[in-house]
């Protein structure tokens, strides 16, 4: 995959809330016998290191040292913190949104002082969306030069990845760098109301924060169900976001 702006996740460390559950039950059965993370501590279990080699290395390999605000103590909390409660509330605080929450992947990541929840936009995702993966729409996507230029290489060879994108703005882009709008066919595999945290994955797709499916309504999400819906105003007052893998550019402008 061609590098991207900012960090590449890996696609290994998402898992559906099933296989999370079975490492999880795993991980409650060492506790019983005294071999746990509690305290911020790591016993020294090889099973348990194995465990948490498999499904948090990122976390505690990755973006620990990446991080000045968060230390080996976080993470080791978090894993307890996940296993004991976060992970068998996570059906019932989000599955309202999705019509089978067990057949997408989740994973959680670091962010403004917190780990946090993400759901992979795949194309589980995007079929249980949209009931279909071919969603072609015409989009826009801030950058750079450089970034002009990696969306054409992709284009070239054929190694396209997902980006962020959108239809209406009614604030400008925070990142004073990126001063070009590239306007482009997609493919989209997910649409928002208003701008959704995501990362890269290395497969391809990108990720998006679950606490951003909230939306200033008291009858609606986040998530756009059907593209045109997020063709309104925005309550945010920001921009709608796309996500979508890029076909075609059509126009390259200067802000």
């Given at each position: 995959?061609?590098?991207?702006?900012?960090?590449?996740?890996?696609?290994?460390?998402?898992?559906?809330?099933?296989?999370?559950?079975?490492v999880?039950?795993?991980?409650?059965?060492?506790?019983?016998?005294?071999?746990?993370?509690?305290?911020?501590?790591?016993?020294?279990?090889?099973?348990?290191?194995?465990?948490?080699?498999?499904?948090?290395?990122?976390?505690?390999?990755?973006?620990?040292?990446?991080?000045?605000?968060?230390?080996?103590?976080?993470?080791?909390?978090?894993?307890?913190?996940?296993?004991n409660?976060?992970?068998?509330?996570?059906?019932e605080e989000?599955?309202?949104?999705?019509?089978?929450?067990?057949?997408?992947?989740?994973?959680?990541?670091?962010?403004?002082?917190?780990?946090e929840?993400?759901?992979?936009?795949?194309?589980?995702?995007?079929?249980?969306?949209?009931?279909?993966?071919?969603?072609?729409?015409?989009?826009?996507?801030?950058?750079?030069?450089?970034?002009?230029?990696?969306?054409?290489?992709?284009?070239?060879?054929?190694?396209?990845?997902?980006?962020?994108?959108?239809?209406?703005?009614e604030?400008?882009?925070?990142?004073?760098?990126?001063?070009?709008?590239?306007?482009?066919?997609?493919?989209?595999?997910?649409?928002?109301?208003?701008?959704?945290?995501?990362?890269?994955?290395?497969?391809?797709?990108?990720?998006?924060?679950?606490?951003?499916?909230?939306?200033?309504?008291?009858?609606?999400?986040?998530?756009?169900?059907?593209?045109?819906?997020?063709?309104?105003?925005?309550?945010?007052?920001?921009?709608?976001?796309?996500?979508?893998?890029?076909?075609?550019?059509?126009?390259?402008?200067?802000?």
């Amino acid at each position: 995959m061609e590098k991207v702006l900012g960090y590449i996740r890996p696609a290994a460390a998402f898992h559906t809330l099933q296989e999370w559950q079975t490492v999880a039950k795993r991980m409650l059965a060492l506790q019983k016998q005294g071999i746990d993370t509690r305290g911020g501590f790591l016993n020294n279990h090889p099973e348990l290191h194995s465990l948490i080699d498999k499904y948090f290395s990122y976390q505690f390999y990755t973006e620990e040292p990446r991080y000045d605000l968060l230390t080996k103590k976080n993470v080791l909390d978090f894993v307890e913190d996940f296993i004991n409660h976060r992970l068998w509330s996570l059906d019932e605080e989000y599955g309202r949104y999705f019509k089978n929450i067990w057949d997408l992947k989740f994973t959680y990541f670091y962010s403004r002082g917190d780990i946090e929840p993400y759901v992979m936009l795949d194309e589980e995702y995007t079929t249980q969306i949209y009931g279909s993966t071919n969603n072609v729409m015409q989009l826009k996507h801030y950058t750079d030069m450089e970034g002009v230029a990696r969306l054409e290489s992709a284009l070239e060879t054929g190694n396209v990845f997902d980006i962020s994108a959108f239809t209406m703005a009614e604030r400008a882009f925070f990142r004073k760098e990126s001063n070009l709008v590239v306007e482009f066919i997609g493919n989209v595999r997910a649409g928002f109301k208003s701008d959704i945290k995501s990362y890269a994955i290395d497969n391809g797709r990108k990720a998006c924060n679950l606490y951003r499916l909230g939306y200033p309504s008291d009858t609606e999400n986040n998530i756009c169900y059907e593209l045109e819906s997020c063709q309104s105003a925005v309550e945010t007052a920001l921009w709608n976001e796309y996500i979508a893998t890029p076909m075609q550019i059509l126009k390259v402008s200067r802000i």
